[in-house]
T-cell receptor
Framework: GAVVSQHPSWVICKSGTSVKIECRSLDFQATTMFWYRQFPKQSLMLMATSNEGSKATYEQGVEKDKFLINHASLTLSTLTVTSAHPEDSSFYIC????????????FGPGTRLTVT | AQKITQTQPGMFVQEKEAVTLDCTYDTSDQSYGLFWYKQPSSGEMIFLIYQGSYDEQNATEGRYSLNFQKARKSANLVISASQLGDSAMYFCAMREGLGNFNKFYFGSGTKLNVKP
């Protein structure tokens, strides 16, 4: 159980375009979802936290207008990178928590974004 | 101050031997959770083991055990009988407090290489 999927697993887009990444909890309801960014050989950097039906809480330094997060249902959250630039190229990972037990976060497999 | 500190950027271990990965944490909360994740080169975050701050026994999950020393604020991961497939990045993480909105703090990670 506790499976989280991400789509797409990798994407290449041109500078100036927008790209949407989906994160789904497949077998549980995720009251909270988290979006992380990871640069090569570095740790995960939390970008934002979202609860279903409410606005996301962004970490300091993360541009809200550039990284749009929508948590429309208890099983789906989306991250849209708007007007992407090469510096947005990175590995994006989502996680989901059911709000029960240890409040463990279940991670998706990640999305590798390359902006050309 | 760093919430989670992993002081070993890289470690080598001989196959079939045991290895300890260090993790120290900083919190003033009485209730918190400590997690270890494995990240192979494919990128997915694999949950290994959890220790709650009120748990009196050290957590164990198969070949993984967590050496929890509360007074020292350390939560070292011990992998027994290392296998080649254990080669990966390992991240220690902490969730402060209780509640689904509580974010994780991640350490900088330790890259483990298992030698045949």
């Amino acid at each position: 159980g506790a499976v989280v999927s991400q789509h797409p697993s990798w994407v290449i887009c041109k500078s100036g375009t927008s790209v949407k990444i989906e994160c789904r909890s497949l077998d549980f309801q995720a009251t909270t979802m988290f979006w992380y960014r990871q640069f090569p050989k570095q740790s995960l950097m939390l970008m934002a936290t979202s609860n279903e039906g409410s606005k996301a809480t962004y970490e300091q330094g993360v541009e809200k207008d550039k990284f749009l997060i929508n948590h429309a249902s208890l099983t789906l959250s989306t991250l849209t990178v708007t007007s992407a630039h090469p510096e947005d190229s990175s590995f994006y990972i989502c996680s989901a928590s059911s709000g029960q037990g240890t409040y463990e976060q279940y991670f998706g497999p990640g999305t590798r974004l390359t902006v050309t | 101050a760093q919430k989670i500190t992993q002081t070993q950027p890289g470690m080598f271990v001989q196959e079939k031997e045991a290895v300890t990965l260090d993790c120290t944490y900083d919190t003033s909360d009485q209730s918190y959770g400590l997690f270890w994740y494995k990240q192979p080169s494919s990128g997915e975050m694999i949950f290994l083991i959890y220790q709650g701050s009120y748990d009196e026994q050290n957590a164990t999950e198969g070949r993984y055990s967590l050496n929890f020393q509360k007074a020292r604020k350390s939560a070292n991961l011990v992998i027994s009988a290392s296998q080649l497939g254990d080669s990966a990045m390992y991240f220690c993480a902490m969730r402060e407090g209780l509640g689904n909105f509580n974010k994780f703090y991640f350490g900088s990670g330790t890259k483990l290489n298992v030698k045949p």
